[in-house]
């Protein structure tokens, strides 16, 4: 798949394509179905299959509300990488960009800038000037400048509609078995490993400290595995501040179970796969370190029943 950056990247030729219009935050079921509607017409007829997406989201850039980001702009494009799609633009979403009329943004941008033929949008897509155009309108306009309009149903996932928004409520909430139904996959946060307090060591349970560019880290002990170098671990994962010894700032650490040497410097990615408590003060280290030794055979049985 290529990148372009931005709509003047001079990679970027207007040949025919169909386009799928979106933020594609995490990448859930309901994108995937976008998705796979837009390589079935792509292929159909001989198209370049594109996504159009923005950065950062619409929302932040404008600072309507805080929106807190499910995957990386590094993990969005890894996935959007092994799925069918031919290319992606990326476009840097600034109050220029917002400003600009429905018009414009199908006449302009997708049948000038982008080739586009056929495009495909969720049913609830908005675009223009104060998001003021919906489907409707888009078919409307796209009529007008020889485009076909797709708008796909929601995706839905054991009775739930997918959306970014209802996975980032779940998360947030620790609720990470649930958010993988929508997601299609385990909730992943990816970083570097970082020395840390090394507490874990003094209590015999040496973690890996993780510097992530992650948004939502959702406070509790997961049960999760720890991906290096394309093998995957079974871990315990701990988010919090670390209370038994007082207040520290939101820390990430991962302790593998079968893992042997140094993993200072590696990159990580630890999926999250089912909430065992959240954050908790023990009493006193000794407590911590019996508290850790429940989390982890409870982690180990966890495995073992899933075979």
Not at 44 to 64: C, I, N, Q, Y
Not at 215 to 222: C, N, R, T
Request: net charge positive; hydrophobic share 40%.
């Amino acid at each position: 798949m290529v990148v372009f950056r931005g709509l003047d990247d001079r990679r970027l030729l207007p040949l025919p394509a169909a386009v799928a219009v979106g933020n594609f935050d995490g990448l859930h079921l309901g994108h995937r179905k976008i998705l796979a509607r837009l390589c079935r017409l792509a292929r159909r007829r001989g198209l370049r299959s594109l996504v159009l997406t923005f950065d950062p989201h619409p929302e932040r850039a404008l600072g309507k509300r805080s929106v807190r980001m499910i995957d990386t702009p590094e993990q969005r494009q890894a996935r959007l990488r092994g799925t069918c799609v031919d290319a992606a633009v990326v476009i840097p979403f600034d109050r220029a960009f917002a400003g600009l009329g429905s018009p414009a943004f199908v006449d302009g941008v997708l049948r000038d800038k982008l080739g586009a033929r056929e495009v495909v949008v969720g049913g609830g897509f908005r675009f223009g000037h104060d998001r003021r155009g919906d489907v409707a309108l888009l078919r409307r306009l796209g009529r007008q400048a020889g485009l076909a309009v797709h708008a796909v149903a929601p995706a839905v996932a054991g009775g739930r509609t997918v959306s970014s928004t209802a996975v980032r409520g779940l998360l947030s909430r620790g609720r990470v078995e649930e958010a993988a139904r929508l997601l299609g996959r385990p909730y992943e946060i990816a970083g570097r490993v970082v020395p840390g307090q090394k507490r874990g060591r003094l209590l015999g349970y040496p973690t890996a400290n993780l510097d992530t560019g992650n948004e939502i880290l959702p406070e509790g002990v997961y049960v999760s595995e720890t991906v290096r170098g394309g093998r995957a671990y079974p871990s315990v994962t701990s988010i919090g501040t670390n209370p038994t010894f007082g207040p520290h700032p939101l820390t990430v650490e991962t302790l593998l179970f079968d893992y042997h040497g140094s993993l200072y410097g590696a990159k990580l990615t630890i999926r999250l796969l089912r909430r065992l408590r959240p954050p908790r003060a023990f009493p006193d280290a000794g407590a911590l370190a019996a508290g850790i030794r429940r989390d982890i055979e409870e982690a180990q049985a966890w495995f073992a029943r899933r075979g």
